[in-house]
């Protein structure tokens, strides 16, 4: 790239950055008159959605009493993690404080829900505590069920070849020790994603994608022999995309096996295990990145407000997809990870969630019905290599929905993709969580 061409495309990027900024800011709370209530609102969760929400709440609504449970004290900007895990952040990139995001006259307690009768409008706490609510936001996440992956642990994270980026901060840094020597040594290489339901269903791609090309930028991809086991019989779950990352994968030799979904590990012979409609197979490893099944916190789950009928097995709340609020308890709504709709377990997918559940929240207080619908948003900044990305946005029908349309070209490989991820994201984020996005 010249150096005309540079800042011909650093200026568009931060004219972009700028557009993108003024987009979410615009979805900002209107400085209308607020609503005068005493409801009681309970939100069990203070990650992006439970975060943001509250930060729009109280913009919204005088003399409510708003009560926001969470037990971990660190706030994750959990998008970051793919970076930490390829050595391009620190592990504190990602980390700042729960009450640094959360505004003046709420309750907060630091623990966890540990009850929620719906029939009473009660939650329990951790300690003991008995809340009664008006209105309940259920936004505490999700469980990533590393205990179902017989012989592993997190105790491995690092050692023995093993990654396991989602699990925190710590061992997204921990990841890229073992990945590292993976880059320098060679060997086979395999990247996994599990059957169920999972957050940001691109990050296991950004792994493998990112950790071949720092080999190859290394000079040691001769050394190296990267499978990447899809849970399913595609790549990713919008067709057009998925195609486009089968393209990507055959020009650089990593080689995907289909319905292959991780079952057990064996650390000392370096060996995993998977279920595959024709039963069991073993394949080797000297680099393995975990990615486990990922399910509804107890609390949602042993609660009554999971779907019944689908997911069985995992426990997403029983929502309207449209609305986010729960079919049975109108009271009730499911916001961010924990909620059981097609799509929408990013943090992208959270910044157009909170609006609609803020709408129709703000609607039943005030007698009447909302008018917001959520489509399914999703983004997913698709790194392929370091330096560049796919924008990849889409809804509930699997259509590209690209927020720069002539300018980013969504299955295109470009580095100013790269750096909406790498800038520009986090600032649209933390935007996102003061409400203002």
């Known amino acids: 790239m010249t150096s005309s061409e540079f800042l011909t495309s650093r200026r568009m990027f931060l004219g972009l950055a700028g557009t993108a900024l003024a987009a979410v800011t615009a979805n900002a709370p209107a400085r209308a008159a607020r609503t005068k209530t005493s409801a009681r609102v309970v939100i069990i969760g203070a990650g992006a959605a439970g975060t943001a929400l509250v930060n729009r709440l109280v913009q919204r609504l005088d003399g409510a009493q708003i009560t926001v449970l969470d037990a971990r004290k660190e706030h994750l900007y959990q998008p970051g993690l793919s ?22 006259g709420i309750t907060y307690f630091n623990e966890a829900a540990a009850g929620i009768d719906p029939l009473t409008q009660k939650v ?11 209105f309940l936001v ?25 990654g396991a980026l989602y699990a925190g901060p710590e061992y997204a840094a921990k990841t890229w020790v073992a990945a590292s020597r993976y880059t320098e040594e060679g060997g086979v290489g395999l990247f996994t994603r599990p059957g169920t339901e999972m957050k940001c269903a ?10 071949d090309d720092i080999a190859r930028t290394a000079g040691n991809a001769g050394k190296t022999e990267i499978i990447y086991a899809a849970n399913n019989d595609s790549l990713f779950g919008v067709p057009i995309v998925s195609e486009k990352v089968r ?29 595959t409609p024709e039963g069991e ?17 107890d609390v949602i789950r042993q609660s009554g407000l999971s779907w019944a009928d689908k997911w069985t097995d995992q426990g997403w709340v029983e929502v309207d997809k449209q609305t986010l609020r729960h079919l049975r308890y109108p009271e009730i709504f499911g916001l961010g990870d924990v909620a059981g709709v097609p799509k929408g377990k990013t943090a992208a997918s959270v910044k157009w969630q909170v609006p609609v559940v803020e709408d129709h929240l703000v609607a039943a207080i005030e007698g009447r019905e909302g008018t917001a619908a959520y489509n399914g948003y999703t983004s997913c900044p ?11 946005e889409f809804d509930y029908q699997n259509n590209l929905t690209p927020s720069f349309p002539g300018v980013i070209a969504p299955l295109e490989e470009l580095w100013i993709s790269w750096l909406m991820k790498e800038v520009a994201l986090k600032a649209t984020y933390n935007a996102m969580l003061r409400g203002k996005a």
């Open 138 to 162: 259920a936004a505490p996440g999700l469980v990533l069920d590393h205990d179902a992956i017989e012989g592993f642990s997190l105790d491995l994270v690092g050692t023995n070849g093993i």
């Open 83 to 104: 970076l930490v895990a390829a050595g391009l952040k620190p592990a504190s990139y990602t980390v700042s404080q729960t009450t640094d995001w959360l505004p003046q």
């Open 124 to 134: 329990t706490t951790s300690s003991g505590k008995s809340i009664y609510y008006d």
């Open 281 to 297: 197979t073993e394949l080797d490893y000297d680099y393995l990145h975990v990615i486990p099944p990922q399910r509804a916190p």
């Open 247 to 275: 393209m990507l994968f055959g020009d650089r030799g990593i080689k995907p096996v289909y319905s292959h979904v991780i079952k057990s590990i064996d650390p000392g012979a370096r060996r995993a295990t998977f279920s």
């Open 202 to 211: 691109g990050a296991p791609l950004k792994h493998a994608f990112l950790i």
């Open 382 to 392: 698709l790194i392929t290599r370091v330096g560049r990305a796919m924008l990849v």
